[in-house]
Nanobody, 125 residues
Framework: VQLQASGGGLAQAGDFLMLSCAASGSTFSGYVVAWFRQTPEKEREFVAAIDRSGAYTYYADSVKGRFTISRDNSKTTVYLRMNSLKPEDTAVYYC???????????????????WGQGTQVTVSS
């Protein structure tokens, strides 16, 4: 599967952004999809994940209650709605997918086989 992340940009603290991860090339509904983020100072960090049907979602504590992950399998797209943005949300955001990942590993970046190119999110105070 090929992944294309988009929707990043500049925002002020308290604003919202919506990221999209468009997939092509394989049966999208067979993949768990996650968002990770990375800054030059930190290792890649788990943000959110969604199971194949969209029934179950998982979040990092740092974004829980502010970010919402969702998917539309008919459009082969996963979304990340980011509300109440903070300067510490500034990072490059990547979407990733895996066909075979299990729930206990869903937050581990090295368990994902497919990655998008990343989209920059910058939040000013």
């Amino acid at each position: 599967v090929q992944l294309q992340a988009s929707g990043g940009g500049l925002a002020q603290a308290g604003d919202f952004l919506m990221l999209s991860c468009a997939a092509s090339g394989s049966t999208f509904s067979g993949y768990v999809v996650a968002w990770f983020r990375q800054t030059p100072e930190k290792e890649r960090e788990f943000v959110a994940a969604i199971d194949r049907s969209g029934a179950y979602t998982y979040y990092a504590d740092s974004v829980k209650g502010r970010f919402t992950i969702s998917r539309d399998n008919s459009k082969t797209t996963v979304y990340l709605r980011m509300n109440s943005l903070k300067p510490e949300d500034t990072a490059v955001y990547y979407c990733a997918a895996s066909r075979s990942i299990i729930v206990s590993s869903i937050r581990k970046s090295d368990m994902y086989n497919y990655w998008g190119q990343g989209t920059q999110v910058t939040v000013s105070s």
